[in-house]
């Protein structure tokens, strides 16, 4: 990645965890401490959360170099409220910080620990491959992970998280999201602007034309199954999720980025997510991974002012997963 303003996404984060930890009560989210000194913000696994909690949350998934809100749109007969995501760093914001690509374990057998994480402590301590190809590394004292769970991570796998961000114990937060919770959904919902970021790395567009992006899903209602849960939630960016890119790019390689773009693309694509899972007998590595992205794209590239657009939503579908 060319571009020269590289900040610290962890640093520039830090203030919305303060402002979760400060009015914890009103958001309905828990904070406590491990015995190391990891702080814990718990936003649904013990507590109610809620949307303004999932809507904080999703500001931190992108290292605070976005902006999250809700609005109320006509896009739906049933769904009226969205979740907008705008940065002007998309590549940075969602795939250096938001994207959940962390593995993280611990333990054995039934015991066993395992979630994905996301937000900014992976620029600090996760080996993906994928920083290589963005050429970026957080330098921060403090280190911020979200991952989506319904249970506390064991203390060691915390101590493990810390020394691999190279940061004390005590300067860790992590933010636990149940995908069946409110906050989990929204926070979910909110990568919307982030698959297109994935997908179109996964094409081979050079990230470094990618100067500017903005998206909106619905809001999607909670399920306490969890693979229904889960369902619904991507339910809302394959089906109902929109997406504008603004690319610095010739007219051809910005016309083939939009054709590519929508979910629509995937030789997966027609049926809610819930059941596609299923039928790949509960493996995600059996499911297209170029299902994952927005229904509908729009990509504009600033060097003609040409605008390209594939895909459309799809309302039946959406009421299939929703109802």
């Given at each position: ?10 640093q ?6 303060k402002?979760m930890i400060?009015?914890a ?7 406590e ?12 696994v ?7 909690a ?10 605070g170099?976005g902006?999250?809100?809700f609005?109320?749109t ?7 409220t969205?979740?907008d995501?705008h ?8 795939l250096?910080?938001?994207y959940?690509g962390?593995?993280?374990t611990?333990g054995?057998?039934?015991e066993k620990?395992?979630?994905?994480g996301?937000?900014?402590a992976?620029?600090?301590g996760?080996?993906?491959p994928?920083?290589e ?10 280190a911020i992970?979200?991952?989506?769970v319904?249970?506390?991570p064991?203390?060691?796998?915390a ?7 190279h ?6 937060t992590i ?5 069946s919770?409110?906050?989990?959904g929204?926070q979910?919902?909110?990568r919307?602007?982030?698959?297109s970021?994935h997908k ?21 209602p ?15 960016i394959?089906f109902?999720?929109e997406?504008?890119l603004?690319v ?15 979910s629509s ?7 809610p997510?819930?059941?596609?899972f299923?039928?790949?007998?509960y493996?995600f ?11 509908k794209?729009?990509?504009?590239t600033?060097k ?11 309302e039946k579908l ?6």
């Amino acid at each position: 990645m060319s571009q020269q303003f590289k900040p610290s996404v962890n640093q520039l984060a830090a203030p919305i965890v303060k402002k979760m930890i400060d009015n914890a009560q009103a958001l309905r989210v828990c904070v406590e401490k491990l015995s190391n000194g990891t702080t814990i913000i718990d936003a649904g696994v013990n507590v109610p959360g809620g949307l303004e909690a999932g809507r904080l949350i999703s500001e931190i998934c992108l290292g605070g170099l976005g902006t999250v809100t809700f609005n109320s749109t006509n896009n739906f007969n049933k769904w009226r409220t969205n979740v907008d995501v705008h940065t002007s760093n998309p590549v940075l914001a969602c795939l250096a910080s938001q994207y959940a690509g962390w593995s993280l374990t611990h333990g054995e057998g039934k015991e066993k620990f395992m979630a994905l994480g996301s937000g900014p402590a992976r620029a600090l301590g996760s080996n993906e491959p994928l920083f290589e190809a963005l050429a970026y590394r957080d330098e921060s004292e403090t280190a911020i992970m979200v991952i989506e769970v319904d249970k506390k991570p064991p203390v060691e796998l915390a101590d493990d998280i810390a020394q691999r961000c190279h940061v004390n114990a005590d300067n860790l937060t992590i933010i636990l999201t149940p995908t069946s919770s409110l906050a989990g959904g929204v926070q979910i919902v909110a990568r919307s602007l982030e698959t297109s970021l994935h997908k179109a790395h996964e094409l081979h567009f050079p990230l470094e034309k990618i100067i500017d992006g903005f998206a909106t899903a619905p809001v999607s209602p909670p399920h306490s199954d969890f693979v229904k849960a889960m369902g619904r939630t991507n339910d809302s960016i394959l089906f109902g999720g929109e997406v504008h890119l603004y690319v610095d790019a010739e007219n051809d390689e910005t016309e083939e980025l939009a054709k590519n773009l929508p979910s629509s693309s995937s030789k997966d694509y027609g049926k809610p997510f819930a059941d596609i899972f299923k039928d790949s007998g509960y493996d995600f590595y059996k499911i297209d991974p170029m299902l994952f992205s927005p229904a509908k794209v729009t990509v504009t590239t600033v060097k003609t002012g040409k605008s390209f657009y594939a895909g459309k939503l799809d309302e039946k579908l959406l009421d299939q997963s929703f109802s």
